[in-house]
DNA sequence: AGTGAAACAAATTCTCT
DNA sequence: AGAGAATTTGTTTCACT
């Protein structure tokens, strides 16, 4: 847990979700300590899951996919039966990257990344549309991105 | 563009999505190439803008932030000012991950991460609370997270 | 726990096809 | 473009403090 992380630790976790190509030499200046050492604080944040794992970021833009939905979703009925099946098949499809059950008028909130607003209808008919679990869905469509750090606060 | 990739470039963007301390040997092996074409690929694709950075993905509940809330924001009014004031307040606070400028009855959604339901009463009141931007504020509470990959579509 | 050197492995470059 | 060898650079271990 986190009281067991020292400042050092911190800055490490602070320094490799920034940016987690920093060789150990580079990563040991900025904690003010030598390679090994500071290797050894690294894998032993890897080691007790601190560090879950290590990705490439793609630009959604690049790759064709930059218009992102935020999908509110109520469920038709509250069973087990439905909400597995809902979970299932967000878990499945690949232009859904995030899914969170959540407190208030709807059951789910998803993030949907689609090529444009074509992709988005075919998503919303043909795939979602298909499940006998989903009772209703409210579109909101971001406008812009103002923020998003791939990184997660480190308490101090 | 998408366009400008063939099936392997988009094979090591999905396998770098996923794992990005893959050598460039094992990379290589995924697609079926030796390695100097694939780290070929890899640079290229770091060059043009495919792949941003690499990064650490931190557990937030290991490091006593394990509480999300996707906070709905409506703006006092809809001037320049009042949205640069609240643009530039979002990109400084740590536990503000992302922001996005949304259609519908809100103008802005941001995900926060915090420790617990004090320390979200402390970000409302006091640093939401102070801001002249803000008209009014709508939390919806992550329940549990179903799925949250840290990777985009990539089209084939 | 930290340092510095040594051993090892991976990244990067180059030449040839 | 891709393969394979050669070189450079980074990772990982170890003996010492």
Redesign the interface.
Known sequence: ??DK?DAIDIKI?KE??????LTTKELAEAVHLSASPTFERQKRLER?????????????D????GM?V?CNIRLKQHGKEYAQEF?DA??GM???????????DFD??IKV?V?DMHHYQDFVLNRLGEMKSIGSVHS????????????????Q
Chains 1, 2 share one sequence.
Request: with cysteine; proline share 3%; glycine share 6%.
């Open positions: 847990m986190i992380l976790l490799l979700q920034h940016n987690s190509k007790e899951g601190y560090i879950k794992k290590y990705v490439a970021v793609v630009d959604p690049m790759v064709g996919n992102i935020l979970v967000m878990k690949e232009e859904v990257t995030e899914c969170y059950n959540t407190s208030g789910f909130i990344y090529r909101v469509f971001v406008i812009g991105t103002v923020k998003d750090t791939h990184s997660v606060p480190v308490a």
